[in-house]
């Protein structure tokens, strides 16, 4: 069985979107928006070029189209293997959380043994500045 390849953040987030409902474009482009707290402002064209890839690769497809205003809108929702792409990946995420969490949960407790006894680090510059000692 093969490990299913890490999905980047766009793609993570235009599922997400479309796991409570299909979507038209600009919704999900709102959506993703508020998921990724404004880090993230997908345009037309990243949006449209993901979803016709993520349409080749069986995770989204058309649920309908109507027309608003004059204009077309299509909607897409998440297919089964969607889904299923989309859970494999939150838990992969969750393990990776869990594991750093861990690690620095134990990171913060053996400093908080060794601060008193330990004199804090000396730390060097990692430049030079010019005319400063070599």
Do not use: C, K, W
């Not at 953040?9 to 474009?25: D, V």
């Amino acid at each position: 069985m093969s490990t299913p390849v890490p999905l980047r953040e766009p793609t993570f987030l235009i599922l997400t979107a479309l796991a409570r409902e299909p979507m038209h474009g600009y919704g999900i482009v709102t959506e993703v928006a508020a998921l990724s707290d404004g880090r993230l402002s997908l345009r037309p064209g990243t949006l449209y070029g993901a979803l016709d890839r993520l349409t080749d690769e069986g995770l989204v497809e058309p649920d309908r189209e109507e027309i608003v205003g004059g204009r077309l809108r299509r909607y897409y929702r998440l297919t089964d293997s969607g889904t299923a792409a989309l859970t494999a990946e939150t838990e992969r995420l969750r393990r990776n959380v869990e594991a750093a969490s861990q690690r620095l949960r134990a990171r913060g407790a053996r400093a908080s043994e060794g601060s008193a006894t330990r004199p804090a680090p000396t730390v060097r510059p990692a430049i030079r500045l010019a005319g400063g000692p070599a």
